[in-house]
């Protein structure tokens, strides 16, 4: 494992550096293009394959963006932390890779942890597709109270509406076909939604971070140190918890944090196999 002596590196790296400067550019830049009435999430987050708002660069856009032109407490939010923990573990990865290689792994990390996110999203997407052609198939009330809890949007309001309505009037003769166009509406707007941030990438950092320097100290909350192994892996139990859980509400896509970490290993284990082959020749 790699040794690290903090006071050997420069404190802000030009890759780090520069990321940091183009992330901010970007979070700002979108609340001017906002004022025109449009929406820069729309062409550089990423979005769902089938999206007709889907474009192939935005694998790698989306990394840039951050948060929403709706609100910028939540863009500053998470600018910050991403941009922080970047800086925070970036910074020691590229003082000891360099600049070309840490560009290399950070984009790597993002990009793979998109694709994950998109096959994730696919799996998804073909369950609740399934689900919905069975219940177009037998669109009763009972039927359609199954098909919301099951698919977890009954607590949204639409569908909350529609089936407080339905059950006082049992006999109502359109709110099957009301179902099926709200169910369709809503389909439409979850293939639509992006996906933004650069947090693939920088858990890819944190995860080679804790690689290279298993036994470095972090401080919790700065006060309660715990050993750089033990955050990463409390993350890795989090993240797939929380992703295979897929709770309400949850806009947090956590499989893309563990595709960039998945990214990560591999990269890592790539470069020792390579490096101990070199030095036996």
Not at 42 to 69: C, E, N, V
Not at 139 to 151: A, C, E, H, K, V
Not at 157 to 175: D, H, I, Q
Not at 227 to 251: F, H, P, T
């Amino acid at each position: 494992m790699s040794t690290y002596r903090p006071g050997r590196f420069q404190i802000l790296p030009t890759v780090v550096k520069n990321l940091i400067i183009i992330n901010t550019l970007m979070a700002l830049l979108q609340f001017v293009v906002a004022n025109f009435g449009i929406n820069l999430a729309d062409y550089l987050g990423l979005h769902y394959w089938r999206s007709p708002l889907y474009k192939p660069w935005q694998l790698i856009t989306h990394m840039f963006m951050h948060g929403s032109a709706l609100s910028v407490n939540v863009t500053i939010t998470h600018l910050f932390f991403n941009m922080f923990a970047l800086w925070m573990f970036g910074s020691v990865l590229e003082n000891i890779w360099g600049s070309k290689k840490f560009l290399i792994f950070y984009l790597a990390c993002g990009f793979g942890a998109a694709l994950l996110h998109l096959g994730v999203l696919g799996y998804q997407y073909h369950l609740f597709q399934s689900a919905f052609v069975q219940y177009q198939q037998n669109p009763t009330l009972d039927q359609y109270l199954l098909f919301i809890q099951q698919n977890d949007i009954d607590h949204i309001g639409a569908f909350k509406n529609l089936l407080t309505f339905w059950e006082k009037n049992p006999t109502c003769s359109n709110c099957s076909f009301e179902s099926i166009a709200l169910i369709q509406q809503y389909y439409g707007m979850m293939i639509d939604e992006a996906t933004v941030g650069a947090s693939g990438a920088v858990f890819g950092v944190l995860f080679a971070f804790g690689y290279l320097f298993p036994n470095t100290l972090l401080y919790i909350y700065f006060l309660v140190p715990v050993k750089a192994k033990y955050v990463i892996g409390v993350y890795i139990l989090i993240e797939l918890w929380a992703g295979i859980r897929n709770s309400a509400g949850d806009n947090v896509a956590h499989f893309a944090h563990l595709g960039g970490m998945l990214v990560a290993f591999v990269l890592l284990r790539i470069w020792k196999r390579r490096e101990q082959r070199n030095r036996l020749f």
